[in-house]
C-alpha cells in the first residue's frame, strides 16, 4: 500500500523513482532467489554433513599408529656397569637406567641430561649376581647379591608445582628396608631372582643348587613395616640345571619358570609355604629357545618370545571341568632374529617387542594387529622401556645410544577382525563374539564384537517384520480396494494415527504391560495366531450361507466392520482357554514346560514382545505406502481385467498386486528402516543383553539401543566413543541404502502409472 | 460347494478385511487401556479393611486399595509353586496398595483372598499424601500444636483439615523463597564470581571492579540473611502442627503437617466429593512439581520443557523447511537435482532417530559447543556452559529431526496451488519474489501450519536423541525465570516422553509410579492425537479450497 501512495503524491517522480523501485525489486527477487536456492541445497548438505561427521569421528579408529624419533643421546650417567634395565615415569619426562653395579641414573627422557644418580646400598664386598623386574606400574626392582642376599628397591617419582610448573623428583625406596634380606642361607650367589611387590612382596630365586620361594606378608595390626612383615619360606621341587627365567604374577599366586630347553613350569603359590606344580608345557618349536618373557596387563597371559623371532600368548583356559590349563591363544610372527624384550602396555592389552637387530614393534594382542615397526639405531640393543602411558619409548641401542620416541597410538585395541569375527579373549575357553563395553575392574578389556548388536538388530526387526507385514499389506489390499469409499474414509487416518504415537509409549506399554501379560498368557497368545484367522474364515462362510436379504442389510464393502465383534470375540476365547490349555498339555505352565522339555530359557522381555510393539510402530508406515500404491493402479486396468470375467480377487492378485508390486517392495522396505533403526521401543522392551540367541522367547540388544545406553557414558573421543559412533554410521548407511532404493523405486513406479 | 467359494477368492477377502479389523482393534484398543489406566489414576478408590491370615499365621489386619487382580489356575498356580487346597479351582491374588513404605518398607503387597477373613470399608479410614514415604493408609486420632492436643475423634478432623491447608500456605512460600529469591540471589552470585574471574583472565581485575563486585556481594548477602530469617520464622510455624495417627495394626504415629499434602477419607466422600478431589488431582499433576523421585505429584517441569523445546525447534525448523521446499517447488528445474534433493528429504526422514542425537552430541554440543565456551564463556572453564547437552542443542537437533515433515508438507501445499494464479500474479508484473511473497506463499501457509504441527507432533513424542543432547530426569531449574537472561539455551531440561522412559524403567519403585507413567502416556497421546488431528483437519480444509480454485 505505501508503494502505491508513494507513486500517487509524486506523479513527477515516478518514472525516476519508478527506475529505482524496480531495479530495487529485482535485486530483491536476484536475492530471494540465491538465497532459496542455498537454502534448497542446505537440505543436501545437512545429510551430507551428518554422513561426514559420523565418518569423521569414525575415521580415527582406523588411522595407523605412528612413532616418531625425538631424540637420541649417549647413554646418561656413563657410570661402570652397563643398563640392566630402563624405566620411565608417567609424564614421560623422567627415565631411568639401572646398571648391573647398583647404580640407579635418573634422566631427563627428552634430552638425557642426567638429573640425579643414586646408588643402591650395597654391601662392601658383595656383588650383584642377578636382578628381577617386579610389576612396572609399582616400580619394584630386586638385586640378587653374591651372598645369598636381595634387595627390593622402589622408584619413586614426586610431582611439585613450584611456581606453577610442573617438577618431578626421582627417588628410590625400599619396602623391605635397606639391609638385603637372606634369601639363601647357605650363602650361595643369587644365579636368578624373580620378584613382585605390593601390600605383600613375593621373591623367587636359584642360588646354590634350589629355587627358592620366599614370601612376606603384612600383619595388620603393626604399623610398623619391618616389624609387621611375616616371612614363609619355601623350596620348589624343580630340577634347577637348566632354569633361564622366572616370573611371578601381580596377585603372587602363579609363578612361571622357564628352562632353555623351551619348557614352562607353571606354580601355583597361592600357599606360599606349599607351592604346587600345576603344569609342564613345551611353548616353543624344537630348536628354539625362549628369549623373553612378559605378562600382558591383568597377568592373566603370558608373553613369550623366542629366538624364531616368534611371540605367543599363553593364557590360561579353563576346560569342561574347570580347571584352568595355558593355552596358545595366538601368536606373532615379530622378526627373523631372537625376541630380546617384550614390554607391555600398562593399561591396555598391548605390548612392545624389541629384537636383537633393534627392531621395535608394537602390537595388539587381541586385535592382532601390527601397529608400529621401527628400526632403531645400531642392531644389538640393549634395554627398552614403554612409557605407562604407552605413547612414548626408550631403546638404548648396540652403539651405546638412547633413542627417545613418540608413539601415536590412541586405538590399538579395534579392527575389522575385533568388529567382525571371532575373538579369543583371556579367561574364555573359545574365541567368541562379545560385546562388553565396561567393566568396574581397571585390567578389564573392553570388548567391542559388533556381531552381537547387529545380530540383535536384525532379531528384532525380523521378528517385528513378521508381525507388522501380513497385517499392515493384507490391511492395505482391503482398504485400497475393497473397503467401502465412506469407510475407509476414517479407517485410512486412524491407521495412519498410530504411526503419529510417541514409541516411548508403545515401549512403555510393552515393557510393563504386555510383556507381563504375554508371560502369563503365553499360550493364549499361541491359541490367538491359530484361533483368529479361523474364526474370521468361519464367519466367512457362514455368513456367505446366510439369506440374501440378510447379507444385503450391509453395504458392500464393510466387511471389516462386521468382522470387529468376531475378532474380539475370538480373541477373548483364546485367552479364556489359556489356561486350561497349559493345565491339559503343558502341566500348568507352558513356560515351565518349554524350559524343562526343550530347554528353552523364557526372558520377560523377549523377542516375541519386541515383536509385537514394534510391528505395532511398523504397521502404519507400511500400511501407508502400500495402500497408497495399491489405490492409485490405474482403474482401467481392474476394470479391463473384471469386464473380462476374472472374480475381484484374481483380478487384485494378477492385475492390482502385479502392478503395484514395487510400491510394496518400497513400503516394506521403508518399514524395515524404521524398524532397524528404532531405539525406545526396544530399550524398554528387551532387556538389553547382548546375547546371540535366535530363541524368540530371548531378548536382545540392538544397535540403537545400545548407543541410547552406552553414549551418554563414553568419554569424548575414547575408543569407545567412536566405536558408538561406528555403530550410528552402520544404522546410518542401513537405513540410507534401504531408503534410497525404496525412494527410486517409488519414483518409477510414479512415473509408470502415469504413463499408463 | 466349499471349493467354489475358496475359488472365488472370497474368504481371502474376508482374510484380508480381518487384518484391517485387527489394526483398528489395536489402534483403539490401545487408545483404551491409556485413557482407562491413565485416567483412573487420579480416582479416589475405595479403601479397605482387611483382617488376614496366611497359612499358619497369626490374624493380622490390613488396609489398604486393592490396585490389582490376579486370578491364576489351579494347575498354573501349583507350576509356579504355590500350595494349592483340594477345592480351590483358581488362584486369586490381590495386590494391595498399604502405603506406609516408612514403616513397613513396601508400598504393595499381595495378598490371596483364600486367606481374607473379612473384608470392610470404615468410613474413618484416612488416607495422607505426603511428601516423603508415600501415602500413609490409617486412621486420625488426634492434631496436636506444639506437642499439646488440641482436638481428638471426631472434632479432629475438621481442625486438621484447616491446619493442613495453612501448613500448605506456609509450604508454598517457603518454597517461592527458596526457588525464587535464594535462587536468584545464587545465580547472582555465580555471575559475580564469573565476572570476577573474566575480570582475572582478561588482566583487569582493578581496585575498582574489585570493589564494585565486593559491594554486590554484600547486597546479596544481606538479603540472603534477610530471607534465612524468614524462613527460619516459616519453618518455625509450619512445624508447630502435627497429627496423631493410627496404622491398620495398631501403631500410633505422628505425624508434623509440614510433610502432608493433603488428607481425605476416600469411604466418606460422595461422588460429587470424588470429582472435586479428582479435579484437584489433576490440576496438581498438571501444574506441580513432581516429589519422591518423580513418582508422586505433578510433571510441570516436564511439560514445560517440552514445549519450550518445540518452540524453539519450530523457530528454528520452520524457515528453512518452507525454503527448501520453494526451492524445489518453485525454483529448481525438475531434473536430477530435484530428484536427488528428494532422495535426500527422503533419507533425512528415514534415518533412525538416535543417529541425530548421536550426531547432535558429537558436532553441536562437543564441536559446536565446546567452541562457544572456549571463544565467549573461558572465565567458566572448566565447567561447560554450551560445551555440555542442553536446551539448544536438542532443539536444533530435533530441528534436524522434523526438517523432512516441514519439507514434505509445504511442497504438497505449494504444489496444489493452481498455476493460474502465479500466471495471473507475473502477467500483472510481478516479479516472482512478490508473486511469492504476496500469492503463493499466504496461501499456502496452511500447509506449513500443517507441517509445522506434524513436526511438533513429532518432536514431543521422541526421545531417544534427546536423551544425548539434553534431557535429564530432574532439572533444579525451569529454563526460563525471572532471572537474567531469562531464557537460559544453555539449561537441561525435562520432557514429558523422557519421563515416561525414566519413571516407568529407572525409578526405584516402579510399582508406586506406574499409575503417574500411565497418566502421563495419556496426556502425551492427547496432546498428539490432537496436533496430528488439527494438522489433518488444516489439510483436508486445504484441499476443499483449492479444489474450488481450480473448478
Redesign the interface.
Known sequence: MSETNLNFQSAGTQIHAGGYYFQW??L??HL??Y???V??????V??A??FF??LY?VFPLFMPATAESVAHYEVPGKMPGSTVLLAMEEQNEVAARFTDSGQVVFFEAATGKTVSTETVPIPAGTTVTSFGQGDPAEGVVVYGLSNGRALIVKQQYKQTYPNGERVITPSLAFPLGETPLVVDDTGAAVEKIAVQANDEATIVAKAGNKIRLVSFEKQESLFDEEAGLERTDAVLDMPVYNLTDMIIDEDQRNLYLVSSDGRLSFFDISNKSHPVIRQHQNVVAVGEKITSLAFLNGDLSLLIGDSSGLVSQWSQVRDELNRPALQKIRSFKVSNSPVIGIHAEQRRKGFMTLDADSVVGIYHSTAERELVKETIGEPGAVAATLAPKANAFLVQSGDGSVHFWHVDNEHPEVSMQVFWQEVWYESYQKPNYIWQSSSASNDFEPKYSLVPLVFGTLKAAFYSMLFAV??????A???AY??APAMRRY?K???E??G??????????A???LAPFIE?HLAGLFALFML??LA??L???F??NLPETIRQQVPEGW???L??P???LS?WLAFAVS??L??LLF???LR?WLKAELGIGYDQRNALVVGVAMG?AV?PTI?SIAEDAIFSVPKHLTVGSLALGA????T??RVVLLTASPGIFSAIM?GL??A?????IV??ATGNTPVMDLSVFQGMRTL?AN??VE??EAE?NSTHYRV??LA?LV??LF??I???L???IR?RLREKYSSL | MIKQWFKSGSPWIWLNAGAVSICLIFVVGLLGLVTVKGGGHFWPFQVAEFVYQEQGGQPETLVGQITDTSVTGAAMAKAAGYDMAEDEDTLVQYLIKTGNRDLTGADFRWIRERNIQRQRFPADIIVLERREWGNFYGYLIAVKEGGNTIAAGEQALPVVQERIAAAAAIFKEITRIEKKEIGAINYGLERLRLKQKRFELENRWEPAAEKRIAAEKADYEADYERYQEQLGELYRQIRRDSLVARTASGKELEIPLDKVVRLYRPNAMSLGDKTVHYGRKLIEFLTDSPREANTEGGIFPAIFGTVMMVIIMSIIVTPFGVIAAVYLREYAKQGFMTRLIRIAVNNLAGVPSVVYGVFGLGFFVYIVGGNIDRLFYPEAAPAPVFGTPGLLWASITLALLTLPVVIVSTEEGLARIPKSIREGSLALGATKLETLWRTVLPMASPAMMTGLILAVARAAGEVAPLMLVGVVKLAPSLPLDGNFPFLHLDRKFMHLGFHIYDVGFQSPNVEAARPLVYATSLLLVIVIIGLNLAAVQIRNHLREKYRALEG
Open positions: 525489486r529485482l530483491k527477487d530471494a532467489r538465497g532459496v536456492i537454502g534448497g541445497l542446505g537440505v543436501i545437512a545429510i554433513l551428518i561427521f559420523l569421528s501380513p497385517l499392515a499389506l493384507m490391511g489390499i482391503y482398504t475393497f473397503m479407517v487416518p486412524s491407521i494415527m498410530m503419529a504415537l510417541p514409541t516411548v509409549i508403545l515401549g512403555f506399554l515393557g510393563l504391560w502369563t483368529v484367522p474370521v474364515m464367519f466367512a462362510a455368513w456367505h466387511d471389516a466392520a468382522l470387529i468376531v475378532i474380539l480373541g489356561e486350561p497349559e493345565a502341566n500348568g505352565s515351565e505395532f504397521i500400511f472374480t475381484p480377487w484374481q487384485m492378485i521403508i528402516g524404521r532397524v533403526g528404532e531405539t525406545m530399550l524398554m540403537s548407543i541410547a553414549m551418554p569424548v558408538l559412533f550410528a544404522l546410518f537405513t540410507f534401504v531408503n534410497t525404496a525412494e527410486i519414483q
